[in-house]
């Protein structure tokens, strides 16, 4: 048994392996008296739990755990996972810039409800309300969103995948949809049991049929594209 052992150690539950301690050792007093001068030989509750404790270290389960332990899901602190809910729900705001020189660009607002576990950090829906800085152009997307960082452990930062239909009203021209849908990357900034707060920055289109196209003065091409920055909370 190293010397020392109880300096420098973490525990993965230390109220748990002192019951085993005393439990194994109460079975060892029965078991183990001796016959002969029928004295009963008391194995230490703390030398059981130390040798729990060293066996369990080297095992790989233990590695395991104190590796995950050391990786970091948000980038301002280390903390725990949102609590063990399925149901989450959320809000962002934001900005798009036009990158095609329409004169879209746009102030984004947009919120959202759906499901997450260890694997799935959100699957769920969304809609927003993305007005233009200047022209007061307005996109409405309602949209299916997944975001995931494509393993169980934690993990600073994560994949977001938006696709669904937007309603758009351009200038003094009739509201028309067509499909939009971006692609971007998060990176979780504070987390604790009750919310998370991230960014995601993203490429997003806007898709304009040849229909629609030709009913909007101020569009000549099949695609807009936007770079788009936004700052979330999720619950």
Not at 118 to 126: C, E, Y
Not at 152 to 170: H, R, V
Not at 209 to 214: A, G, I, L, Q
Request: with cysteine; aromatic share 12%; net charge neutral.
């Amino acid at each position: 048994m190293p010397e020392n052992i109880y300096n420098n150690r973490r525990l993965v539950n230390k109220p748990l392996i002192a019951i085993i301690g005393l439990l194994t050792s109460l079975v060892l007093s029965v078991t183990g008296s001796a016959r002969a001068d029928k004295k009963v030989y008391m194995v230490p509750a703390p030398l059981v739990q130390d040798t729990i404790y060293y066996n369990l270290k080297e095992s790989p389960y233990y590695k395991d755990l104190e590796d995950k332990e050391n990786i970091r899901e948000s980038f301002f602190n280390q903390s725990n996972s949102l609590d063990t809910s399925h149901f989450t729900w959320g809000a962002e705001i934001g900005s798009s810039l036009d990158m095609t020189s329409h004169d879209l660009s746009t102030f984004d607002g947009d919120v959202m409800i759906g499901y997450k576990n260890s694997f799935m950090k959100f699957a769920g829906i969304g809609a927003g309300i993305h007005r233009s800085i200047h022209t007061g152009n307005n996109f409405i997307p309602v949209y299916g969103l997944i975001r995931t960082s494509f393993r169980s452990q934690p993990s600073l930062l994560f994949m977001s995948l938006q696709a669904g239909y937007s309603f758009n009203t351009i200038s003094k021209h009739n509201t028309v949809g067509d499909f939009t849908g971006s692609i971007g990357l998060g990176v979780n900034l504070q987390q604790s049991k009750a919310c998370k707060t991230y960014i995601v920055l993203a490429l997003a289109y806007q898709y304009f049929s040849e229909d629609n196209k030709s009913k909007i003065d101020e569009i000549d091409t099949n695609y807009i594209y936007f770079a788009r920055l936004s700052l979330g909370i999720n619950f």
